[in-house]
């Protein structure tokens, strides 16, 4: 019992992989990015430097992130269902899949109301005084860190494909 579509001719699937990895990239990208912003916001003495960082960082994650995030999930389901990889053929493709769909989720969700709550805070910080965006802050430097773990988890699930096919994938011949 496997979805799938009819197979994708090889201009399809090369162009289809080919938006699929660029998003993929740029979501990693982006999160790097947020990564440095928040753990120089978090460590930073400086109040202009802090405040910028947070305001850097609502700036890249508060429209970025979804589109990328979007964008990675459905061509990654595009390519799935129009391979022959398939969406529940492989382990490696289902584990992606939940992967994605948890760090989209996340990203949507959770990331980034923190992104814009601690936006908000640092420009409406007088000039000159200290950022203070409270709990966030960690949060800001932490999620980041989990995204980037599970980026590099799916990045070798697709380079080395581990784990064979599913109950599913081994009833399909």
Do not use: C
């Not at 001719?9 to 990564?35: E, F, N, Q, Y």
């Not at 994605?100 to 640092?122: D, N, Q």
């Not at 409270?134 to 932490?142: K, T």
Request: hydrophobic share 55%.
């Amino acid at each position: 019992m496997s979805i799938a579509l009819p197979r994708m001719r090889p201009t399809a699937r090369k162009t289809a992989l080919t938006a699929h990895v660029v998003l993929s990239v740029g979501w990693l990208g982006l999160d790097l990015g947020l990564l440095t912003l928040g753990l120089t916001a978090l460590v930073s003495g400086d109040p202009t430097t802090t405040r910028a960082a947070y305001v850097a960082m609502d700036l890249l994650g508060g429209t970025w992130l979804v589109v990328v995030a979007i964008g990675s999930l459905a061509t990654g389901l595009l390519v799935s269902l129009g391979t022959h990889w398939g969406l529940v053929r492989y382990r490696w493709v289902l584990a992606k899949l939940v992967l994605t769909m948890g760090a989209a989720t996340a990203t949507v969700f959770a990331l980034r109301p923190g992104l814009h709550e601690a936006a908000t805070r640092a420009a409406a910080t007088p000039a000159g005084a200290q950022v203070n965006v409270g709990d966030v802050a960690v949060q800001l430097a932490i999620a980041p860190s989990v995204a980037l773990v599970l980026y590099l988890t799916m990045t070798v699930l697709s380079v080395f494909k581990p784990w064979g096919r599913t109950r599913w994938g081994r009833s399909r011949n």
